[in-house]
């Protein structure tokens, strides 16, 4: 690696700011060439999904088909341990640094034939400071991301994105899956599994009334009050109560509400205790009869008068049966005639595709809704556990 | 690849899949480019539909060689023309060729069907039998059958429509009937071979024919080439998008099919065969290069765009089974990437 002249920095920056679209390529040629490099590449973690990363840089000066599949395996490294890392791949070597970005946090991978002495480490660590700026300046001119606003919502997407529980900390309880899907950039639905310490899981599918930013706002303040009172021994009732004392006193100058549905899974028991907040009442397919039926028993919606009693019920399931926990952007998804999914087009779509694990379940609730309803305006938010 | 209809076929066309008639010769072979003369050939044959390569370098592979497709569709033929025109049934001849079948089903670690067969309108009693033989021999593989257990399975499999020939064209409920009571007299075949075939329209709540069993009443057998049998007449000819005969199969679960079956039948079909181009949640939009086997819904996908929608050159792959925070948002049309 060599380096003639830290002003093509400077270069960079002017073609940036002045080109609209592949500004991108343009950084990854650029540094191959001026620093006499074998391959660059730079990935972007997603705003929304967790442990997500897309390829916006790649360039290399020769065809070598597995640097590709080698280079993918240290960006997602890097981004996971967000640690510098370097080594060798065959006759290259490679060095990788995860850069924090105002918007976006990247990973910057600088491929080499020539190992890199202590005055080139010294300089790629100035480069990717300076890159940092650079992908902040491409990523602000990126249409999608033109004005504050923008830039704002996007960072905030990374804060809610984090409020979410990662799919893969399910722990291998191969029983329960998840999706959401933001219609926005941020969401209104708040949607959680808790593992208590007796082996028992807290579920929670939540949706503010409103969605996009104020959605989000009311949806936090809920979430955090949620999150103080969930306790291992604490009954659904008695957190869905206390939530909704403290949270109507927040919002009392403000006209909003949040539904919620709160219950606690044994797998042992293979039983469940729970209590509903106004939310769309959970779904039940019965395997043993093949009949579907709506878990009873749904109270006040969060946030109307404070002193509101809700009641706690319990249902025991069977094996094979399943049970789906949603918010209303499932059920209220609409075709181009303006019908509703509705709960005819959620029950068929169980039935449909009852034989699939709870992950299967939810790619075939996906599938369903989104090729029923072409234009997605509202968050789709569910929880599927199907028992063993 | 992707499935073009022989209507929509344009000279200059490359076909990404050797395509063979019902006998088991060959039409027309993989990487030709098509002219208007052989797209007026493939419309005489009655072929509905063919593979045609996209230039993506994405590769669906069957789940047999065509070599010994193409055995198995000649030896079929030949047999059963023979017993059409009152020949006795050439038992030996048949096993002869599912050893092989088997044999080659065997070889493999996982065994995921992703192409969907293509096949000639006319006469494709013997295509079928074929097919539901291989897919009934997959599933009693998933099952644990040892050899000879799957050698009566792919033989009653191959057999289950025997009854067509001689069944009159108004009624064709009649043929499972005619089917075992032929083979029954032929004596050539175990007397379970024939009765597997007159259970194979059986129904697993017992509103099937011709004796309405249920349940373990109907032999396993006849339960696994319900299914087969089924899932090749919805998707042969890709007359239905294999999601929608995933669908069909899991919907009739437990009325229609034994859900046992059904899920170990599952584990072999693909939601989103090699090939297909999807958009996950992440915006990033890419086509399908692999299926992973028990993940029918979390496929290697091979991305084309990233998550601002510009093109990436050489294309990454992600494997949804590794990558859990990842899930297919939709199915794109093939020209959406």
Known sequence: MIYRNKDFLIDLYEICLTSRTGSYSIIGERLVSELDLFAVSVWSEHPQVRKAASRIVFFQRADEPELVHKDQEVAFQALDQQALLQGTYGELFYWAKPLAGRYTPNVLIVWSKEAFDNKQLAFLAELGERLTVLLDVVTVTN????????RELRSTQFIQSQLMPPMDALGGKMFLAYRTLPAHELGGDYLDIITHSDGSIGLTVADAMGKGVPGAFVMLIARTIFRLLVKDAALPGVVLRELNKHFAAEISEVDTFVTQFYGIYDPERRHLLYANAGHHPPIIFQRSSGRMSILPGRGMALG?????????????????????????????????????????????????YKEYSADGICDGLVYSVMRYSEVQDDDISFIVLKVE | MRIVAVDDLKPGMILGKTILGNQGQILLRQGVT??????????????VAVYISTGRGVVVEDVI???????????????LTQVKRGAPLEVEKVNQVLVEVIDELLLQDDIIINLVDLRSFSEDLFSHSVNVSILAAIIGIELRYDRSQLKDLALAALLHDIGLLFAADQDITDHPRLGSDY?????RVSPSIGETVLQHHERWDGNGYPRKLKENQIHERARVISVANVFDRLSANNRYPMEEVIEYLMAKSGSEFEPRIVRKFLDCVSFYPVGTVVELNTGERGVVVQSNKGFPTRPVVRIEKNMYGEEVSPGYNIDLVEKMTYFVRKKLDENLV
Do not use: M, W
């Not at chain 1, 249409?143 to 923008?150: D, F, H, T, V």
């Not at chain 2, 055995?71 to 047999?79: F, H, S």
């Open chain 2, 183 to 187: 083979l029954q007299d032929s004596g």
């Open chain 2, 34 to 47: 098509l002219t208007e003369g052989y797209i007026e050939h493939l419309k005489k044959y009655a072929i």
């Open chain 2, 65 to 79: 060689s065509d070599e010994t497709r193409i055995k198995a569709l000649q030896g079929t033929r030949e047999v």
């Open chain 1, 143 to 150: 249409p999608a991301l033109y004005n504050r606003i923008a």
């Open chain 1, 304 to 352: 109307g008068r404070p002193d509101t009693i809700y009641e706690c019920f319990s249902t025991s399931l069977e094996v094979g049966d399943i049970l789906l926990i949603f918010s209303d952007g499932l059920r209220e998804a609409r075709d181009q005639d303006n019908r509703q999914f509705g709960l005819e087009g959620i029950t068929n779509t169980l039935i449909k």
